[in-house]
């Protein structure tokens, strides 16, 4: 099953994608829209897919649909730094001994097909392929047996980095949060559908068709368990939070010549059995 954020009517709902098509969902009883849904048992939610296909209005090409970020406005968004070893290096850092995190604000997310800003104060606009741990019950002081248990599903999520503004200052967060630059999508897979924490999934980037980046999920230096057990030592992972689960090697600034995103380029982040997250981009002066 693959669930999207999508405005209908000007309103946020939830739907289901099947094939080419978007089945709208009704609101589910526990009041936390995607993240609830994900959270059903699977034969709940095909008999709510059911009865909402049954009228012709819940039903919409997925070409047509106005998707939004995947989680909307999540309280948290935590993102790791450095965890895939040849990103390290590419950066002239070493393998860290614990994750480097930071943060981002939901306004600097953007959603599947909706166009990325290169900022007017900067021309270094590059991309980072990541997984993204999308939360579906609270969690303190997880642990390596029960981790698992509060992950709701998994989608993709390119971190869009303005390098220049991310190297002001000794913190990253800077340079990760300008408006609409980290797109989340297009859809959320549940949890149950892919490995345990999601690993050994390809994970690729492709700008104008150009691969930049091919890994593997498997090849994360903290992988999902670790990192939730780590964050749960420090704050409580609350439904609908965000995990990104940092980036492999191969990205602008560590190439020569650089290269960077402008605008009229169309940036891919394709993870194997979730989806491809694709966004063109412009000026924001042009926006």
Avoid at 11 to 18: A, F, I, K, L, Q
Avoid at 71 to 90: F, M, S, T
Avoid at 166 to 190: A, C, E, H, M, Y
Wanted: proline share 8%; glycine share 10%.
């Amino acid at each position: 099953m693959r669930f999207v954020s999508l405005l209908r009517a000007g309103v946020p709902v939830v739907g289901c994608v099947e094939q080419q098509e978007v089945v709208v969902l009704p609101a589910p009883a526990s009041g936390e829209g995607l993240v609830g849904w994900l959270m059903q048992p699977k034969p709940q939610v095909e008999r709510a897919l059911a009865q909402a296909r049954a009228n012709a209005a819940n039903v919409m090409p997925l070409a047509q649909a106005k998707l939004l970020p995947a989680v909307q406005r999540p309280g948290k968004i935590v993102c790791l730094g450095l965890n895939y070893a040849d990103h390290a290096a590419e950066g002239g850092h070493k393998k860290p001994e614990y994750p480097s995190f930071f943060l981002r604000v939901p306004s600097s997310l953007a959603a599947h097909g909706e166009p990325l800003l290169r900022p007017r104060v900067s021309d270094r606009f590059d991309w980072e392929a990541e997984l993204a741990v999308i939360i579906g019950k609270p969690g303190r002081h997880l642990t390596e047996s029960n981790a698992l248990a509060v992950v709701a599903g998994y989608t993709c999520f390119n971190d869009g980095s303005l390098r220049d503004y991310q190297r002001k200052t000794s913190q990253w967060t800077i340079g990760k949060n300008f408006d609409r630059t980290g797109p989340l999508g297009p859809w959320v897979v549940p949890a149950s559908e892919l490995p345990p924490g999601a690993t050994g999934l390809k994970i690729e980037s492709r700008l104008n068709g150009q691969v930049m980046q091919s890994s593997n999920t498997s090849n994360m230096l903290f992988p999902v368990v670790e990192t939730l057990c780590l964050l749960t030592e420090v704050m409580t992972l609350e439904p609908g939070d965000v995990i990104a689960m940092g980036t492999p090697s191969g990205v602008g600034y560590a190439r020569t010549p650089p290269v960077f995103m402008k605008a009229g380029d169309r940036i891919e982040i394709d993870i194997e059995k979730i989806g491809v997250l694709a966004n063109t981009i412009v000026d924001e002066e042009a926006a």
